[in-house]
């Protein structure tokens, strides 16, 4: 009997690497969740007398229907790509950042401050949009170090402390916006209460002129999306931030500084999601309303679960999470299904998400070992201070 040529693989063995090569398993639970999802919404669309396929149609032509259908869902998936880009990065370093919406609202806050300064007005757009934005930036960042600090130095936990900045934020920015005596950010010529307009010369750039608008905030969500996964797979930070993602002890015990890497982390995370609060103000609206950022981090939260807080799959999933929404009203309109349809799918992908264990029992998915997109150490700091 021949023995075998050494060093040539046999052909079960290629097929089987092969396979797992391309079978992306990571993909494959948040994929099916939303299968299961649309399989579980269709027994609640039919209890209220509905037909499901007849509502997820009508969905899918609001969604994407026509190009003002879809130039529409990439508007509404611009704030999500960048909070939910927030929420991934905090993940990562096995934070888990709930105060993205205070930190949103904060970046957009000071966006539209700086933005209304008389001196700007006169400033050329190349100059003053650099400003009003990295303004919000520095605004989501001071607010997102806070928790960061206090979980570095006195060991309290990130969820505790984002919860209440979050309404500190909240209560502020409403009463900085609708407050008439004194006067402070709400613009008196308004009937609905927001901040003065910005100077068009502040205004980001319309790539697409739908409702609401794409514009260049969209592209810039994309770059940073880009740049997080730089900085994650290929820096000596990126290694460090996923060290003490995993495991905390052991990257203090490699001499890391687990403290510093906290802090920074979540002014970053901050920074982000000031970014994308300031893109939306200078880009969409051109003023901040004090309820246009509502739900939005805790939604920021659902994405990057789904995602596997990958930035890549972050785009993918925050397009999918905002085109649902923009999709909604036709749905509603057609069929006579609540919105609130929508936020039932988005709820039930959620749970299978976060229930994974169901899924992959299921369909049968073995559990991914070490694989960067199910790589996700949310619960790493959750059993004590670091």
């Known amino acids: 009997m021949a023995e075998p040529v050494r ?9 089987q690497e092969l396979r797992q090569s391309i079978e992306l398993q990571p993909i494959l639970v948040p994929l ?14 039919l209890i209220v007398g509905g037909n499901p ?12 229907g026509n190009p003002d259908r879809v130039a529409a869902s990439l508007a509404r998936s611009t704030p999500f790509i960048g909070a939910s880009l927030a929420v991934a990065f905090a993940f990562r370093a096995g934070l888990f950042n709930i105060g993205v919406e205070g930190q949103l609202l904060v970046g957009a806050t000071a966006a539209a401050w700086v933005g209304t300064f008389s001196w700007l007005a006169d400033v050329p757009g190349p100059i003053a949009l650099p400003i009003i934005v990295l303004a919000g930036a520095v605004g989501g ?3 997102g170090g806070i928790p960061g600090v206090l979980k570095a130095r006195t060991g309290a936990h990130e969820v505790i402390t984002t919860i209440m900045l979050n309404n500190i ?68 930070f990126g290694f460090e931030l996923r060290t003490v993602g995993a495991n905390p002890n052991a990257a203090k015990y490699a001499g890391m500084g687990v403290g ?38 805790f939604d920021a939260i659902a ?38 349809s929508v936020r039932i799918i988005q709820a039930l992908v959620l749970l299978f998400v976060a229930a994974d264990v169901i899924v992959r029992t299921l369909f049968r998915i073995r559990a991914a070992e070490g694989h960067g997109l199910d790589t996700t150490h949310v619960s790493a700091g959750w059993a004590g201070p670091t």
């Open 260 to 297: 510093r890497t906290i802090i920074i982390v979540m002014l970053v995370s901050g920074a982000f999601a000031g970014l994308a609060g300031a893109a939306e103000v200078t880009g969409t609206d051109g003023f901040l309303s004090p309820g246009v950022f509502a739900g939005v981090g």
């Open 141 to 143: 960042a001071l607010y």
């Open 169 to 236: 934020a909240i209560l502020i920015v409403r009463w900085l916006v609708n407050s008439q005596d004194p006067l402070i950010l709400r613009d008196p010529a308004a009937s609905v209460a927001h901040t003065k307009p910005l100077p068009s010369s502040a205004r980001l750039p319309e790539l697409i002129s739908s409702v609401p608008p794409v514009h260049l905030g969209f592209l810039l969500a994309l770059s940073l999306c880009v740049l997080v996964w730089f900085v994650l797979g290929r820096t000596t």
């Open 53 to 64: 396929l007849e509502a997820y149609w009508s969905l899918l032509r609001g969604m994407f």
């Open 7 to 15: 060093g040539r693989r046999s052909p079960g063995r290629f097929v």
């Open 303 to 340: 994405i990057a679960l789904l995602a596997r807080a990958n930035p890549f799959g972050i785009i993918l999933t925050s397009i999918l999470w905002g085109s649902m929404l923009s999709g909604a009203p036709l749905m509603q309109q057609e069929t006579g299904l609540s919105i609130d």
């Open 32 to 45: 099916y969740s939303i299968l299961l999802a649309l399989v579980v919404a269709s027994v609640v669309i």
